[in-house]
């Protein structure tokens, strides 16, 4: 039986990598899968591929996430479903941090979730709940990660405390970390072929399963968490890293 049979989705930064992996599979689930990113141009073409509603709001725009809210309760009434996803890589080491990468990053990853969450709450059903997508940044030291790992991590410290207070309405709040997954955030970065060439080499020896996760593997979990499977989860945590958090001393 399809996991999420009637359930209303909405997922930010949907038109791309794991967002739109995953909109596939809420869809292949049985969900009415609404897409939100940034480019009406890359919306309206995900939207149209995955055969599923897609807005045009910039997370880092409290108005024009109002606008997605009006917009989808005008057309759907109440939302079951809320993935956070929308969220930017921006390597900088400590020492080189701009006030305006500094700004960039935690208002789309940090601030730009936050307020989603907000924005959406008095339209979620009681007895909905939240995803966020966080990373395993938020709890290592790799270099030029500081502010990107610290917007995640500000990130899974408010979702404990938001699984808390939203309890009472029994809203479920978790968090999923992915390890290095295959998606074009790479490629937006302004990394040359060379540098993401280096970078990927050296994160995939890192990695006790030896390979990049696909974004259809988050996807999963992200789609279990979702589900009535998942009823008595909230303000946990995964890791889906194919085991990079167990910090290995010796790779195998
Ligand atoms: N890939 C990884 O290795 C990895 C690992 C850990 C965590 N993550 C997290 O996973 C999430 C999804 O990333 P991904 O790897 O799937 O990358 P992606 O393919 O670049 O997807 C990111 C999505 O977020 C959208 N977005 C960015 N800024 C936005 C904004 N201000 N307003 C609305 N939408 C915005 C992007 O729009 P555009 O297409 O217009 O850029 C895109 O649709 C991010 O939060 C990222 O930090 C990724």
Redesign the pocket.
């Known amino acids: 039986m399809s996991q999420l049979n009637n359930k209303t989705a909405v997922i930010?930064?949907?038109?791309?990598?794991?967002?739109y992996s995953t909109a596939k599979k809420f869809k292949a689930e049985g969900a009415n899968v609404i897409i939100?990113?940034?480019?009406s141009e890359?919306v309206n073409t995900a939207a149209k591929e995955l055969g599923v509603k897609g807005i045009t709001?910039?997370?880092?725009d409290l108005s024009a996430i109002d606008n997605a809210v009006n917009q989808i309760e005008k057309e759907f009434g109440k939302i079951d479903i809320l993935f956070v996803?929308?969220?930017?890589?921006s390597p900088i080491p400590v020492g080189q941090i701009s006030e305006k990468i500094f700004d960039n990053l935690m208002n789309?990853?940090f601030k730009?979730a936050v307020f989603t969450i907000e924005k959406f709450l008095p339209i979620i059903n009681d007895g909905g709940n939240i995803i966020n997508?966080?990373?395993?940044?938020a709890y290592t030291g790799m270099p030029n990660t500081a502010v990107y790992g610290a917007s995640?991590a500000a990130l899974n410290s408010y979702t404990r405390t938001a699984a808390t207070e939203l309890a009472p309405r029994k809203i479920r709040v978790n968090v999923v970390n992915?390890?290095?997954?295959a998606?074009?955030?790479f490629g937006?970065t302004g990394m040359s072929e060379e540098q993401l060439k280096g970078l990927g080499d050296m994160m995939q020896n890192r990695i006790p399963l030896k390979r990049y996760g696909q974004?259809e593997e988050i996807a999963e979990m992200v789609a279990f968490l979702a589900s009535d499977k998942a009823s008595f989860i909230t303000g946990g945590e995964y890791n889906v890293d194919g085991g990079t958090n167990i910090n290995p001393l010796l790779i195998a």
């Open positions: 930010t930064g949907g038109n791309s990598g794991i967002g939100i990113g940034r480019s890359k709001a910039d997370v880092s996803n929308a969220g930017i890589f789309i990853n730009g997508l966080s990373s395993i940044n995640k992915p390890g290095p997954i998606t074009p955030i937006k974004p």
